[in-house]
């Protein structure tokens, strides 16, 4: 089976856009959930969605959104990028809810805000 | 809610030696622990996980700890070797429970001298 996969790789944005990252997950795996990796606050937890719905949400603003579409694909929004938006963002799937099941991570999405 | 510390943040070995990180949880109704291996640039890479209902989990030269009344669990690595040299997180959750994100502890960087 293919892993988690993530578009695009990398990006360099400017304070105030707003950029979206997307996540496949593992085929037939039904939750996808967004972690933020910076060398400062580590792994951070972001949201989860299952079944196309917001299950679990971190301490983040509101800034930060996703949405999953019908086939588990899932994407995350920012809005008005912050310098401090600058980090590694990772989805990891897992076959059932999050809360039942092992999660695997996706490569991630080195975002730059400049 | 949950938080896990882990450490130490850096760990030094030679070639051949043991290897060990602890990480502590401050949640009891966690009951799944998972410990992921980050290499510079790469994806955090499960490589071994414990739930709360075994007291030890091994895997060839990885084995996982746990004592639930300290709310500590440790990872060993025996006759490390260089190509071991990453990032290793510990992890912990609720499985079943509501909230099904991991907190991960900040990150142990592990180096093995050749």
């Known amino acids: 089976k293919a892993g988690v996969t993530q578009t695009p790789r990398y990006l360099i944005k400017t304070r105030g856009q707003q950029v979206t990252l997307s996540c496949s997950p593992i085929s037939g795996h039904r939750s996808v959930s967004w972690y933020q990796q910076t060398p400062g606050q580590g792994l951070q937890f972001l949201f989860e969605?299952?079944?196309?719905?917001?299950?679990n949400k971190g301490n983040f603003p509101g800034r930060f959104s996703g949405r999953q579409f019908s086939n588990s694909r899932s994407e995350m929004n920012v809005s008005t990028l912050e310098l401090g938006d600058s980090a590694l963002y990772l989805c990891?799937?897992?076959?059932?809810?999050?809360?039942?099941?092992?999660?695997?991570f996706g490569p991630g999405t080195r975002l730059t805000v400049l | 809610g949950e938080n896990v510390e882990q450490h130490p943040s850096t760990l030094s070995v030679q070639e051949g030696d043991s290897a060990v990180i602890k990480c502590t949880y401050s949640?009891?109704?966690?009951?799944?622990f998972p410990w992921y291996k980050q290499e510079l640039g790469k994806r955090p890479q499960l490589i071994i996980d414990?739930?709360?209902?075994?007291g030890e989990k091994k895997d060839q030269r990885i084995a996982v700890t746990l004592n639930k009344t300290a709310k500590h669990f440790s990872l060993h690595i025996t006759e490390t070797q260089p190509e071991d040299s990453a990032v290793y997180f510990c992890?912990?959750?609720?499985?079943?429970?509501?909230?099904?994100?991991?907190?991960f502890g900040k990150g142990t960087k592990l180096s093995v001298k050749p």
């Open positions: 414990i739930r709360s209902n075994v």
């Open positions: 949640d009891s109704a966690s009951n799944y």
């Open positions: 969605y299952f079944s196309e719905t917001q299950r």
């Open positions: 990891a799937s897992s076959l059932e809810q999050a809360s039942r099941d092992t999660q695997y």
């Open positions: 992890a912990a959750k609720s499985i079943g429970g509501s909230q099904g994100n991991l907190i």
